[in-house]
Nanobody, 112 residues
């Protein structure tokens, strides 16, 4: 199983980015998919997850970020709007099926 994340980059505060993560692996159909992030010097924190079509968000991104999933493509997306400087971090996608699988990180940098 492999998770491939993409979509990070540099954006000004108030801007938007869309992260994508595609999972590959024969018969792989995870129960949960989502995103963590890790800012410099900070611990990795859960940003958003989606399970059975139900999204969950951390308080810090609620109302600004939207997580969605395409089951046909085995992909998860994170639409990030109204970005803040404090959203700067490496974002990691993950998927859970009996265990947690991680994608490589994608860097999001929000400038003031």
């Amino acid at each position: 199983v492999q998770l491939q994340a993409s979509g990070g980059g540099l954006v000004q505060a108030g801007g938007s980015l869309r992260l994508s993560c595609a999972a590959s692996g024969k018969g792989f159909s995870p129960n949960v998919m989502g995103w963590y992030r890790q800012a410099p010097g900070a611990e990795r924190e859960l940003v958003a997850s989606i399970s059975g079509g139900t999204p969950n968000y951390s308080d810090s991104v609620k109302g600004r970020f939207t997580i969605s999933r395409d089951n046909d493509k085995n992909a998860v997306y994170l639409q990030m709007n109204s970005l803040k400087v404090e959203d700067t971090a490496v974002y990691y996608c993950y998927a859970i099926l009996f265990r947690k699988y991680w994608g490589q990180g994608t860097l999001v940098t929000v400038s003031s």
